[in-house]
């Protein structure tokens, strides 16, 4: 499909080039289409042919599911969706530079980007965490089962967000008296968001499911349920085949909007001393940042066969479509946007100010703070000729707070939907992160390089969100904790490389590195666990939740203990300059990294490979290139790592390793004038992501299909 794409630029100069003025702006209007199936909602043990609901269902532990007594794991839910759209991308940028004289600039810069997605969901949804009589468990082996009492959800989800990026900045620098120069700057950015959306959701009950899966694919037939009758009355059905559209009862309306701000404010300041004779500087300075983010979501449920809207349509009350260019597991199609819109436009009116079933509008609302106060001393000394040493200290003081809510939601339990507003969590501490950086040139073409480091990564304003929302099905009790506690990962980290440039076309590197680092932070999963006994977690909670405080599934990011990394970095890149024309434009380049690492955390026992650590990270590029033409064509492959850890190894998930090929090609018609044509992913990887599993193997937990993209276009020089 057609995806235009546009980009511009003027650079003038004024006043004998003392002033410069460039001015850039981008059109590009994409058209997206993913697919995705999820096992989001995790695995359990299951047997057939038993005589007690209580022995045909158990949880994973850490040896999997006991097979010699008949239990295999099972998904607890297969998700499937179709995501297509198109992504509108409109920017500017401005920038202004002033020398009022040779040793002094002033400056300012200023952005605006404008990106709106309108996208549409396709989901069928089979929840075979449903099934909870054994009498429903019709086979089970390994990465297959039957069973019966499958509830099916056939969903539409429209969405149009709305992404406004401003960013300024202001600032200048000048030397004073020769041997000083005072850097000052002035940063400010602020992005909002708004987001309306609207779902359908259709539903079948009680159908036939049988699955068979493994790490990267899953193939499911439907059926009708076999031990209930089918009703076909206008009540959820029982024993719905779920390939009939007339068994898909429109069962629920979805109305939310979503509003969001994030802005930062920046204040920086550096004063550099020269040393006599070139022979380094010393140099100290400050930076002040203070971050703001809040979220507002406005959600109302409303059960479409009750008041106020009492419908009785199904999904054969529509038009339907099959989406093309989909290799997905459906078991049905879906209903023609336009005439879905017009029927949800002929009912809104009909719930327009009402309350809805449970109004999920604090479920998302948050307000986080973050202050960062930092200071930096550091100085550049040539100590003898080819031996340099930089060295330096950092302090940074952050304060950071988080006001939030604790959302209950009752989706067939026997307690009342709550919100709670949470007492506002805080978060304050101080790093000194001192460096050290020796480079020795042996000669010209050889420098050695070693550097030594205390270095933090804060955790991301998502994970300490001062939000928790919980879910409770009746069969089952979910919760999201954010974790507003989450200390930052803390590393002391050494590295050392030598690169030889044996010419001004020949650059080849060698180095190796070591870290360890404390409190990383990584995504979990646990099971069967008071929340308030999860190690290092010190979160705001209710005084008392319905049902407790003990929940089947939990998901919260977590610091753990310790962890180390090392390895061996490689990097080759060679012009063939020297052959024959038009041979010489020729290029290539590679580089690749072996890691070796291991990790523990508190919540379960053993240890395991560092999260998002591949062994492998291999890149590599082949291409040609001259003053008006260049194609090159590259590789990129990484290795599986760790994606998530679980209280129990098989329900870790493992990102699977990924290799893909782009292409890309530019030819300059004039001096500013360049046509380009990209080629990206055409090996059409795939994104996997899959459980550990036991002894019969893994078992997917979310696999998406982007497809290969072709971009052909033109930018322009003023």
């Known amino acids: 499909k057609f995806s235009p794409k546009l980009s511009a630029s003027f650079k003038p100069r004024f006043a004998d080039d003392t002033i410069g003025l460039a001015i850039a702006g981008s059109y590009f209007d994409r058209k997206v289409q993913s697919d995705q199936l999820l096992n989001g909602e995790g695995l359990r043990c299951v047997r057939s042919g038993q005589t007690s609901n209580a022995l045909a269902f158990a949880n994973v532990t850490e040896q999997g599911c006991n097979n010699d007594q008949g239990f295999f794991l099972s998904p607890e839910e297969v998700d499937v969706r179709i995501k297509i759209g198109t992504r509108e991308r409109v920017g500017g940028t401005v920038n202004l530079e002033w020398k009022p004289r040779e040793d002094q600039l002033l400056f300012l810069r200023a952005t605006h980007t404008r990106i709106t997605d309108r996208d549409n969901r396709f989901q069928e949804e089979s929840e075979y965490r449903r099934v909870t009589d054994r009498r429903d468990v019709r086979a089970a082996g390994p990465g297959t089962g039957t069973l019966d009492g499958v509830?099916?959800?056939?969903?539409?989800?429209?969405?149009?967000?709305?992404?406004?990026?401003?960013?300024?900045?202001?600032?200048?620098?000048?030397?004073?008296?020769?041997?000083?120069?005072?850097?000052?700057?002035?940063?400010?950015?602020?992005?909002?968001?708004?987001?309306?959306?609207?779902?359908?959701?259709?539903?079948?009950?009680?159908?036939?499911?049988?699955?068979?899966?493994?790490?990267?694919?899953?193939?499911?037939?439907?059926?009708?349920?076999?031990?209930?009758?089918?009703?076909?009355?206008?009540?959820?059905n029982a024993g719905s085949d779920p390939r009939v559209p007339s068994n898909l009862l429109f069962e629920q309306l979805f109305i939310d909007a979503e509003t969001g701000e994030d802005e930062i404010y920046t204040l920086r300041s550096d004063l550099q001393r020269d040393l006599a004779g070139g022979r380094g500087f010393l140099k100290a300075g400050a930076k002040y940042r203070q971050r703001t983010k809040n979220a507002d979501v406005d959600e109302f449920d409303f059960a479409a066969r009750s008041a106020p809207l009492s419908r009785t349509e199904t999904l054969a009350s529509f038009q339907t479509f099959v989406p093309d260019n989909t290799k997905l597991p459906l078991y049905g199609a879906f209903p023609v946007l336009s005439e879905l819109n017009t029927f949800l436009d002929q009912i809104r009116p009909a719930v327009a100010g009402q309350p809805g079933v449970f109004v999920n509008s604090n479920r998302e609302d948050y307000e986080s703070r973050e202050r960062v106060l930092a200071g930096y001393a550091m100085g550049s000394l040539e100590l003898s000729d080819g031996l340099r040493l930089v060295g330096g200290v950092r302090v940074e003081r952050t304060r950071f707070r988080s006001d939030g809510n604790f959302v209950y939601d009752s989706d067939g339990s026997a307690f009342p939907d709550q919100t709670i507003a949470l007492p506002t969590a805080t978060k304050n501490f101080t790093e000194w992160l001192p460096s050290v950086v020796l480079r020795y040139d042996f000669?010209?073409?050889?420098?050695?390089?070693?550097?030594?480091?205390?270095?933090?990564?804060?955790?991301?304003?998502?994970?300490?969100?001062?939000?928790?929302s919980a879910l409770d099905d009746g069969d089952e009790r979910s919760i999201d904790l954010q974790n507003p506690s989450l200390d930052p990962a803390r590393a002391l980290q050494f590295d050392a490389s030598v690169a030889w440039y044996p010419n001004r076309n020949t650059g080849l590197t060698l180095g190796v590195f070591y870290k360890r680092i404390t409190n990383f932070i990584v995504d979990t999963n646990l099971q069967n666990i008071d929340i308030r006994t999860i190690p290092g977690v010190d979160i705001p909670l209710p005084d008392a939740i319905p049902g407790g405080f003990v929940f089947n599934?939990?998901?919260?990011?977590?610091?753990?203990?310790?962890?180390?990394?090392?390895?061996?970095?490689?990097?080759?890149?060679?012009?063939?300059?020297?052959?024959?024309?038009?041979?010489?434009?020729?290029?290539?380049?590679?580089?690749?990294?072996?890691?070796?690492?291991k990790a523990r955390i508190d919540v379960r026992e053993g240890t395991f490979a560092f999260p998002d650590q591949p062994k492998w990270v291999l890149n590599g590029s082949l291409g040609y290139e001259d003053k008006r033409f260049s194609l090159r064509g590259s590789a990129t492959y990484r290795s599986e790592n760790v994606d998530s850890i679980a209280s129990v190894s098989p329900l870790d998930e493992i990102r699977a390793a990924y290799l893909s090929f782009d292409l890309n090609a530019r030819f300059n018609v004039t001096r500013g004038i360049q046509l380009y044509a990209d080629a990206i992913n055409l090996s059409d990887e795939r994104d996997e992501v899959s459980y550990r599993g036991d002894r019969n193997g893994g078992f997917f937990s979310e696999i998406e299909r982007y497809g290969r993209t072709f971009q052909l276009g033109v930018r322009a020089t003023f």
């Open 553 to 597: 599934d939990v998901e919260v990011a977590l610091n753990g203990d310790v962890g180390t990394i090392y390895g061996v970095e490689f990097a080759y890149s060679q012009s063939y300059t020297f052959l024959p024309r038009p041979l010489n434009g020729l290029f290539t380049s590679v580089s690749a990294t072996w890691v070796k690492s």
């Open 151 to 236: 509830r099916f959800e056939t969903q539409i989800f429209q969405q149009e967000i709305a992404d406004r990026v401003w960013t300024a900045s202001v600032g200048g620098e000048t030397r004073l008296q020769e041997v000083w120069k005072l850097n000052l700057q002035g940063d400010w950015s602020r992005t909002t968001r708004e987001s309306p959306g609207v779902r359908a959701r259709f539903q079948a009950r009680n159908g036939l499911s049988t699955y068979t899966a493994d790490e990267n694919s899953v193939d499911i037939t439907y059926g009708p349920g076999i031990r209930r009758p089918t009703n076909t009355s206008f009540t959820p």
């Open 443 to 468: 000669s010209p073409t050889i420098v050695f390089r070693a550097a030594a480091s205390r270095a933090i990564q804060r955790p991301n304003f998502e994970d300490t969100r001062n939000v928790q």
